[in-house]
């Protein structure tokens, strides 16, 4: 079956091929969901991030999917700096205990959000404006850009970063300030980067997070900023959590591990490339011949020919008429429900009503029947003539 298709499966193979080599070497287009995934390109992923700290930070980068509560679990945290990067920071009430638990222990967090829920900010002392109205005619008809400057700089130094004022929406409307340093501000003044000594360690949150996106790295000089923010930073192991923006990133399915493994994923996806190749070849079905099957043979007539040669030659006409004149007798009975023991002219005139014959040829055919009945021996004739006769009475009927 598959020699017969081969060409049918040769094409269908080329086309997948064909297929997977265009989407392959296809200019991909630029994807503008925000991850901040370490190894995300696109204009919204950490990538340049990534790298900059895997080669300027004075200590090892560590990556996970991990909560701040897992955290403080026995053998999970590595490091003294924590890092999460989000758009919405929203954590449980374990896990705010957790964050302050880590900070009294002498770990930095840092925590850049366009949005924090107001349990956390307002533990802290700091609350991060809402989206309004009037913010969104604001960046519809206010500046292009806005900068970015630390509190250590001159007012009239130039902002260390500039971003489209759509990326930096958020500020911190109210601070603490005698729990909070002010870090760095706008260029409208507004504050974006805020301080907390907590314990042994710090709480640094930032409304800005799109600064670590590659959109913003690979703009100008925009990494200087970066570099500076993370100078906050003590010197130690960096854990990046991208937990509160990516959840858990795991497969759901029973193959997670299959999936997880690059060899192995495109193994399967081969696998069942090749299965569905194999049943679209297969699916027409090849058809078996259908032997004739020739009709029964009536064996009747051949046993009827067969007892009419072995009365031939027995020559015993008597037995064969006894036989029919049985026959003519069941007949009568069954089929036009006459009882030949009646009286005989009563018999005669209801054979002839049914059979429309006269009744003097039905009394000549049961006179006849009598004779053969009465006769020891009868001729080939007398057989013939009471066949013929009884013939010509009942078949029409």
């Known amino acids: 079956m598959l020699k017969a298709n081969w060409k049918y499966i040769v094409f269908l193979t080329g086309v997948l091929a064909m297929y997977f080599a265009l989407l392959y ?16 390109k696109n204009p ?30 026995e053998d999970t945290l590595h490091g003294n700096n ?64 806005v900068g970015l400057r630390f509190e ?30 002010v870090l760095a501000t706008n260029t409208r ?44 930073m003590p010197q130690g192991t960096l854990h990046w959590t991208a937990y509160y923006q990516l959840g858990r990133m795991e497969a759901t399915t029973p193959l997670r591990y299959i999936l997880s493994e690059p060899s192995l994923k495109w193994a399967l996806f081969i696998l069942i490339v090749a299965v569905l190749i194999f049943m679209v070849s297969e699916a027409r ?3 078996r011949v259908i032997p004739v099957i020739e009709p029964p043979k009536n064996e009747t007539l051949d046993f009827v020919k067969t007892i009419a040669r072995l009365y031939y030659y027995k020559k015993d006409h008597k037995d064969l008429a006894a036989k029919k004149i049985l026959h003519i007798t069941e007949y009568l009975r069954n089929a036009l429900q006459i009882d030949i023991n ?34 020891r021996q009868i001729s080939a004739g007398e057989l013939r003539s009471l066949i013929d006769r ?3 009475i009942f078949n029409n009927h």
């Open 82 to 145: 924590i890092l999460v990067l989000c758009e919405n920071y929203s954590s449980t009430p374990e896990e705010l205990d957790a964050t302050f638990k880590l900070a009294n222990q002498g770990k930095t967090i840092l925590v850049a959000a366009h949005q924090m829920d107001t349990t956390f900010t307002d533990s802290l002392g700091a609350r991060i404006n809402r989206p309004s109205f009037q913010l969104y005619l604001a960046q519809l008809w206010g500046e292009d850009s």
């Open 285 to 287: 079905r090849k058809q």
């Open 390 to 392: 009884t013939d010509q």
């Open 152 to 181: 250590s700089q001159q007012a009239t130094d130039h902002p260390l970063l500039w971003l489209p004022d759509q990326l930096l929406p958020q500020y911190f409307e109210w601070h603490d300030p005698e729990r909070a340093q």
């Open 44 to 73: 919204f992923g950490a990538y340049v991030f990534k790298t900059l700290t895997d080669h300027s930070w004075a200590g090892p980068v560590f990556t996970s999917n991990q909560t701040l509560y897992e955290m403080t679990l």
């Open 342 to 375: 009646e009286e005989m002219n009563e018999v005669v005139a209801r054979v002839a009503a049914k059979t429309q014959r006269t009744p003097q040829e039905v009394k000549i055919l049961f006179e006849q029947i009598n004779t053969i009945s009465q006769s």
């Open 189 to 232: 003044g507004e504050v974006v980067l805020l301080r907390f000594p907590v314990g042994q360690g710090a709480i640094i949150l930032s409304s800005t997070p799109m600064v670590f996106t590659n959109f913003s790295m690979i703009k100008s000089h925009n990494h200087r900023f970066v570099s500076e923010l993370l100078s906050f």
């Open 25 to 40: 070497f296809m200019p991909q287009r630029f994807n503008w969901f925000v991850t901040f995934y370490q190894k995300d």
